[in-house]
């Protein structure tokens, strides 16, 4: 059997935190899902915490540093680029943010990096309402509207299914566009 690679290992990660939860991600019960020897996660991880730490900043770069760079190639228009995320927002899946956040009610570690990517993505949105012409307090405040209204329905579990979610894109955007 091929060693597996560290992503391999952070995606599975990702996966059993989805589908099973925090609890689930343990070395033994990592290896026995894998069908793979204890070394194999030590050949890439110190221990745990280091793997959950992996695996977090995995989560990052995955949910919200390719989101935006992948929006930020497809247009040039904020309102545009605005469009574009409420519809990956809408189109995701909710399982792995969910059990992300339920796993940040239980460990400090996790709760900041929540928090960085919150911040960082509801800053992103401000951003772009600051480039379609609201100024700055304004901006902010539409983004912290928008985004906790996001995280709310997510939290919530509500599905975001059609044509509610095109009915709600299209009311976000004229709640995010007015004065612009």
Request: with cysteine; aromatic share 8%; proline share 1%.
């Amino acid at each position: 059997m091929e060693r597996l690679t560290k992503e391999q290992w952070l995606k599975h990660g990702l996966k059993t935190l989805a589908q099973a939860g925090f609890t689930e991600l343990k070395a033994d019960k990592l290896c026995k899902s894998l069908g793979v020897s204890r070394g194999s996660f030590y050949w890439h991880f110190k221990n745990l915490a280091d793997f959950h730490s992996a695996v977090l900043a995995y989560w990052q770069q995955v949910a919200v540093a390719s989101t935006i760079e992948s929006i930020e190639n497809q247009s040039d228009d904020p309102l545009q680029k605005l469009r574009l995320l409420i519809g990956v927002a809408k189109a995701g899946d909710r399982s792995l943010e969910q059990a992300i956040r339920a796993w940040a009610f239980s460990d400090s570690m996790v709760k900041q990096t929540v928090q960085q990517i919150d911040q960082q993505a509801e800053g992103y949105v401000a951003q772009l309402l600051i480039q379609s012409g609201l100024d700055g307090s304004t901006a902010a405040l539409r983004a912290d509207i928008f985004y906790s209204s996001y995280i709310g329905r997510l939290m919530l579990g509500k599905a975001n299914t059609e044509p509610e979610a095109s009915l709600l894109v299209d009311q976000l955007m004229m709640f995010l566009e007015d004065g612009v």
